[in-house]
């Protein structure tokens, strides 16, 4: 049996801090075909400190804090409007949580699907929380991430609910560097965990 594609409209920060961007990013997420829709839960002095470098060369910010702020963050709780606007328009909403507070806005929004930066992969906290608040799959990217770190992810969250993404940090990624191989290496990663006797040994 042939499982569903799904396609997640991913908009990170795009939406500038604008609940009426972020509105009408659902329609066209909706209208494209997508099936999900991805945003970013953060605070910039939670996530960078003052003196940090930039993540990318584009921009006119001149540290990665500065470059979050210019970006625009929307109050944590103000995306349950986009929430239900997705589940009007049967999209999935999925969160990136940056930090524990954003965790528990999101544990509060039923259907709220939980993605996990490739960067939070060491974040033993945060991955904890995660999985401590949601019964639904997680989504985890893996693109700027150890072998190491991916084993101790798989044991902190579980096996039978993460959804591992073979993910490259070149946006858009040229074909020459997909590496589509790389889903292979990550099933058999993955599949040599002994789950039941490693979760959390690391705490």
């Given at each position: 049996m042939t499982e569903p594609v799904h396609v997640i409209a991913e908009f990170g920060q795009t939406c500038k801090g604008d609940l009426e961007q972020a509105?009408?990013?659902?329609?066209?997420?909706?209208?494209?075909?997508?099936?999900?829709?991805?945003?970013?839960?953060?605070?910039?002095?939670?996530?960078?400190?003052?003196?940090?470098?930039?993540?990318?060369?584009?921009?006119?910010?001149?540290?990665?804090?500065?470059?979050?702020?210019?970006?625009g963050v929307v109050p944590y709780t103000a995306w349950s409007e986009i929430v239900d606007h997705c589940g009007?328009?049967?999209?999935?909403?999925?969160?990136s949580p940056f930090d524990l507070y954003a965790v528990e806005i999101l544990a509060q929004w039923p259907g709220v699907m939980f993605k996990i930066a490739s960067g939070d992969l060491t974040n033993v906290p945060l991955l904890r929380a995660?999985?401590?608040?949601?019964?639904r799959p997680i989504v985890v990217s893996t693109g700027g991430a150890t072998e190491t770190e991916i084993l101790r992810a798989a044991c902190e969250l579980g096996s039978s609910k993460v959804i591992w993404l073979a993910c490259t940090l070149i946006y858009p990624t040229p074909l020459h560097c997909a590496e589509?191989?790389?889903?292979?290496?990550?099933t058999h990663l993955?599949?040599?965990s002994n789950w039941s006797q490693n979760a959390r040994q690391f705490g």
């Open positions: 509105h009408a990013q659902v329609d066209a997420a909706k209208a494209a075909g997508a099936t999900a829709y991805k945003t970013q839960l953060l605070t910039p002095e939670l996530i960078a400190t003052a003196d940090a470098g930039r993540y990318w060369t584009h921009g006119k910010a001149k540290t990665q804090r500065q470059s979050f702020e210019a970006s009007r328009s049967d999209l999935d909403f999925i969160a995660v999985a401590d608040a949601t019964d589509l191989e790389r889903i292979r290496t990550l993955i599949g040599q």
